[in-house]
T-cell receptor, first 119, second 114 residues
Framework: NAGVTQTPKFRVLKTGQSMTLLCAQDMNHEYMYWYRQDPGMGLRLIHYSVGEGTTAKGEVPDGYNVSRLKKQNFLLGLESAAPSQTSVYFC??????????????????FGPGTRLLVL | GENVEQHPSTLSVQEGDSAVIKCTYSDSASNYFPWYKQELGKRPQLIIDIRSNVGEKKDQRIAVTLNKTAKHFSLHITETQPEDSAVYFCAASRGHSSASKIIFGSGTRLSIRP
């Protein structure tokens, strides 16, 4: 059971180049998320998915696209990289806990992160 | 929009002393409050969480308290040890019922002095 994995671990891009970050989870989680982490700003949500074939925008979606073609995979794409996208990217997944009266919350499991440098 | 404020941004305590990190949230519909610990170069990992129907939860040296009226919640670490040195993030969420997401605080860098 690998949990949440991310590829690549590190990448250097030139401004304008494109790339795709891959997140995979083997825990059969419904929900998946992409965050970026910048110094002093915590974790900011880029996009998320509540199930296969569905995605939604988070707090900072501009410049990124995502796809969830398979339940276990969540891809983050940068079509035209900019220096402002230099960051550490974390993927996370979660299941939902439910009880009578509705869903009450979830625990997120994070991947190891991808360090991206855009020159 | 919703936000979570976390204080202090840095905290240094003597080994063996207690550490307290405080957070406030703006969305009164939040019902789930996790705390994550992130060691240098590692991924964030959940250390404790609390739900809105509980005022306090404890797990060994770690405790979390929640005041829903004031929209405050806090992390308490007692008898601190060197391995407690890390960045700690609080977060708040409505849960999946509204297909919402977790909003994280900006983090507290905790250093334990020997």
């Amino acid at each position: 059971n690998a949990g949440v994995t991310q590829t690549p671990k590190f990448r250097v891009l030139k401004t304008g180049q494109s790339m795709t970050l891959l997140c995979a989870q083997d825990m059969n989680h419904e929900y998946m998320y992409w965050y970026r982490q910048d110094p002093g700003m915590g974790l900011r949500l880029i996009h998320y998915s509540v199930g296969e074939g569905t995605t939604a925008k988070g707090e900072v979606p501009d410049g990124y696209n995502v796809s969830r073609l398979k339940k276990q995979n969540f891809l983050l794409g940068l079509e035209s990289a900019a220096p402002s996208q230099t960051s550490v990217y974390f993927c996370a997944s979660s299941y939902s806990r439910s009880r009578v009266g509705g869903v009450i919350g979830e625990t997120q499991y994070f991947g190891p992160g991808t360090r991206l440098l855009v020159l | 929009g919703e936000n979570v404020e976390q204080h202090p941004s840095t905290l240094s305590v003597q080994e063996g002393d207690s550490a307290v990190i405080k957070c406030t949230y703006s969305d009164s519909a939040s019902n789930y409050f996790p705390w994550y610990k992130q060691e240098l170069g590692k991924r964030p990992q959940l250390i404790i969480d609390i739900r809105s129907n509980v005022g306090e939860k404890k797990d060994q040296r770690i405790a979390v308290t929640l005041n829903k009226t004031a929209k405050h919640f806090s992390l308490h670490i007692t008898e601190t040890q060197p391995e407690d040195s890390a960045v700690y993030f609080c977060a708040a969420s409505r849960g999946h019922s509204s297909a919402s997401k977790i909003i994280f605080g900006s983090g507290t860098r905790l250093s334990i002095r020997p």
